[in-house]
Each structure stands twice: as C-alpha cells, then as structure tokens.
C-alpha cells in the first residue's frame, strides 16, 4: 500500500514496432496494422489512419508514428513525442 508520498519512477526499457504514417505508404502501413490484428481504416486522400485501440478511436495523421504495444495493442503517437521516448534499435 502506498503511503501517499510522492516518489520518482523510470520508465522501464521496451523495445516495440512501430511504422510512420507518411501519407504515401498505405500499403507499409496496412500491412503492418493486419499482421498486428488491429482494426483499422485508412484514409490515404484524407492523410488518416482510424486505429481502434482499448481507449477507443484514435486517428493518425500523417507524421505520426503508429506503434504495437507491448500488449499488442495499436495506437498512433505524434513525432516529437515519439522521437523523445523511442531510439532505434540497432
């Protein structure tokens, strides 16, 4: 149980998948979504993804980066916080 007291936590190091929605590569992008089994629908003439995840619908425009969690759940993530929270992995 916790004591109430604020305490300081790291974040620990998971390696994910994940692909950038880029506008022009629908095809990257649905295939990874399938082979991920999330529900989606993409709208490339519009610059979308719709991403079913347990949150709800959430919408990838483009630049954002669409990640597999670790769960296996899908969802997308803005540039610079992905680029703030991710390095590649070599």
């Known amino acids: 149980m916790s004591s109430g007291k604020v305490h300081q936590y790291r974040k620990k190091p998971v390696v994910i998948e994940a692909v950038q929605w880029l506008g022009g590569n629908f095809v990257e992008v649905d295939e990874f979504l399938n082979d991920a089994g999330c529900k989606h629908s993409t709208f490339p003439s519009a610059g979308l993804v719709v ?21 296996g759940e899908c969802y997308p993530c803005g540039p610079v916080i992905f680029g703030e929270t991710y390095e590649k992995v070599q």
């Open 51 to 71: 991403i079913e995840t347990p949150e709800g619908t959430m919408t990838a425009k483009q630049a954002d980066w669409i990640i597999k969690g670790v769960a």
